[in-house]
């Protein structure tokens, strides 16, 4: 069964660190991948994506670096702050014959940033 | 109000009772979905549904059933509630199948006992 691996499953950061998430991937039916972050009782909301034209994506604090031929992608959140406490989700298309296209989600890491 | 709405947001219920689940949206997307999150298993799709009256099973269907009958709806239904049906449920719509992300409703909190 496809799956998209994440880890770590939960990070502790101070206040100004960079937490790096990383998802691996299998094959996808087209190149895009999203993240989402997650507050407690909140559904998850779209974060930044990536299509691998390029290596890397950049919006505001978050970053998001590709791999292709790895076939990995990472989050990185520059100067954290504890507003960035949550739960981050990566994503990949599928591409299984009923459900092709449709998003399959990592595991989840939760982050804890320290004042 | 303008997007996607789920309720109630908590639920309790026994074993063996049905229990239905409503997501409504109100952007006219034409794909809707219905995910499970569990601790350790992420988000995974029961259900998704392309266009009303066109509904398809995800990578986790069983007990559930799902209907379409108008766009903007797509309520997911637990015909026999067990106890490994305890989770929290999230409604998703897009205007694509997934190229350009999914908005989330808040969530349904279902408890079996």
């Known amino acids: 069964q496809q799956q998209v691996k994440q880890s770590p499953q939960s990070l502790i950061v101070q206040k100004g660190g960079i937490p790096i998430i990383n998802c691996a991937y299998e094959n996808t039916a087209f190149d895009y991948f999203p993240w989402y972050q997650q507050f407690p009782g909140k559904g998850p909301a779209l974060l930044i994506a990536?299509?691998?034209?390029?290596s890397e994506k950049k919006e505001g604090r978050f970053t998001i670096s590709f791999n292709k031929s790895a076939k990995q992608f990472s989050l990185h959140i520059m100067d954290s702050q504890p507003g960035d406490s949550a739960t981050y989700f990566c994503?990949?298309?599928?591409?299984?014959?009923?459900?092709?296209?449709?998003?399959?989600f990592g595991q989840g890491t939760t982050l804890q940033v320290k004042p | 109000d303008a997007g996607i709405t789920q309720s109630p947001r908590y639920k309790i219920t026994e074993t063996g009772r049905q229990v239905t689940l409503m997501c409504h949206q109100t952007?006219?997307?034409?794909?809707m979905f219905w995910y499970r999150q569990d601790l350790g298993h992420g988000l995974r799709l029961i259900y998704y549904s392309a266009a009303a009256d066109i509904t398809d099973k995800g990578e986790v269907p069983d007990g559930y059933v799902v209907s379409r009958s108008k766009t903007e709806n797509f309520p997911l239904t637990l015909e026999s509630a067990t106890r490994s049906q305890t989770s929290v449920y999230f409604c998703?719509?897009?205007?694509?199948?997934?190229?350009?992300?999914?908005?989330f409703g808040s969530g349904t909190r279902l408890t079996v006992v």
């Open positions: 998703a719509s897009s205007l694509t199948g997934g190229q350009y992300g999914y908005t």
């Open positions: 952007w006219s997307h034409s794909y």
């Open positions: 990536i299509r691998p034209d390029v």
């Open positions: 994503a990949a298309p599928r591409t299984s014959s009923s459900n092709t296209g449709k998003l399959i």
